[in-house]
């Protein structure tokens, strides 16, 4: 089979393409498959670059740069991810994951607010924004990502009801391995071309392989929970170093991940208040108390972006990379940003209130000494009275 070079300069038309081919090579067929380009792809190539055909086959296209920097980062992100899912199998407790299954009302709450109203606003968005593909595609997967293990320790500091933040967790990651591939199958169809395929198959194998370390991780709660205790602990440093990596890893692998649109930042920004915004919003109509509230709201808000990131490295064609990478870490930054806002601001109200509560308390506690001084004082006084009375 013949093979020889071309060079790009996205001006040539197919006819003067075929000439030149047929000049090459005399005498020999000049059929060959030359896949449709999308408008997305067809910008980032840089004129003058000398390709690679076959005859009678298709156009290789470039690979992103990054060689042994974005094998790395591979390597990053699937520890990160095993990591994290292996510490959300750590902090499962069986007992109460037992008592909200028999009544699954929150649950059901959660599960609508996650893969409801999250891929529907995703889906807005890039319309509302014109997103290219590519990026249009990586915005849908983390909008249809399940709940993020984060979540659990947001709503630890913010009072929730940190059992059903786990069970909703769990039973979400569960649930996405059929509704992650669905949503996908129902908001994408505007965004996929013939480079930007949503591959279903291989989401749903990275989704049933998230059983294997959650299970590890009850297994060790089970045998050790002691053990487990300490592999939260060092896990979490662990995990936050790792995340921090993978970021630089990904600055350097894709060194064109940072200059996207204005639209993709901003998205990016929005994206997690209206989570957090419409889960709290949805638990209140159905009038669940104040600490199922601020659950639901986390709950909503927090995506997992590792399993975002695994999908989006192990499934889409390399040459997309440095596009669909970018908004997950920025989904990431400003989820936790704005998490950790509201995680404060709820600490200083706190404060504020307990502060009110121990300065009446200590009011309320001196006015009660006082009246049993005064009672002490008139008791010893009609005592006198009575023992002068009686001289």
């Not at 300490?230 to 896990?235: R, S, V, Y």
Request: net charge negative.
């Amino acid at each position: 089979m013949y093979r020889g070079t071309f060079k790009d300069s996205r001006t040539m038309e197919m006819e003067d393409f075929e000439k030149t081919v047929a000049d090459e090579a005399p005498g020999r067929p000049t059929a060959f498959s030359l896949p449709p380009l999308s408008t997305e792809l067809s910008r980032a190539w840089a004129p003058n670059t000398t390709w690679n055909f076959t005859l009678n086959d298709t156009v290789s296209l470039p690979e992103e740069d990054g060689g042994i920097t974005s094998t790395v980062m591979d390597v990053v992100v699937t520890i990160t991810v095993c990591l994290i899912l292996v510490a959300m199998g750590c902090t499962l407790d069986l007992q109460a994951m037992l008592k909200y299954i028999k009544r699954p009302y929150g649950i059901a709450v959660g599960v609508m607010s996650q893969f409801v109203i999250m891929p529907l606003v995703a889906f807005l968005l890039c319309l509302a924004f014109q997103l290219e593909p590519a990026r249009a595609l990586s915005v849908l997967v983390v909008g249809t990502c399940p709940g993020g293990h984060m979540s659990n320790l947001l709503v630890y500091w913010l009072d929730g009801d940190i059992n059903l933040s786990i069970c909703m967790t769990t039973v979400s990651t569960a649930l996405a391995m059929g509704l992650m591939p669905l949503c996908l199958w129902i908001y994408s169809k505007p965004f996929t071309t013939a480079t930007t395929v949503v591959p279903y198959g291989k989401i749903v194998i990275a989704l049933v392989t998230i059983i294997i370390p959650v299970s590890v991780g009850i297994f060790l709660k089970y045998k050790s929970p002691k053990g487990a205790r300490l592999f939260l602990k060092i896990g979490g440093i662990f995990g936050i170093v790792i995340i921090l990596a993978s970021a630089v890893l990904g600055g350097i692998a894709y060194k064109d991940m940072w200059t996207g649109p204005p639209a993709i930042f901003l998205i990016a920004f929005v994206f997690p208040t209206i989570g957090y915004s419409f889960g709290y919003v949805i638990a209140w109509l159905f009038r669940m108390e104040d600490t199922l509230r601020k659950t639901v709201c986390i709950e909503t808000g927090t995506q997992n972006i590792g399993i975002a990131l695994s999908i989006l490295k192990l499934t889409f064609a390399p040459e997309l990379a440095s596009k669909i990478i970018l908004f997950p870490m920025l989904y990431a930054t400003f989820q936790g940003t704005e998490a950790m806002i509201l995680v404060v601001s709820y600490q200083i109200w706190k404060r504020k209130c307990k502060a009110v509560e121990e300065k009446e308390e200590k009011e309320t506690a001196d006015e009660a000494k006082q009246e049993t001084l005064l009672d002490d004082a008139m008791t010893k006084d009609e005592d006198v009275y009575e023992f002068v009375t009686a001289l």
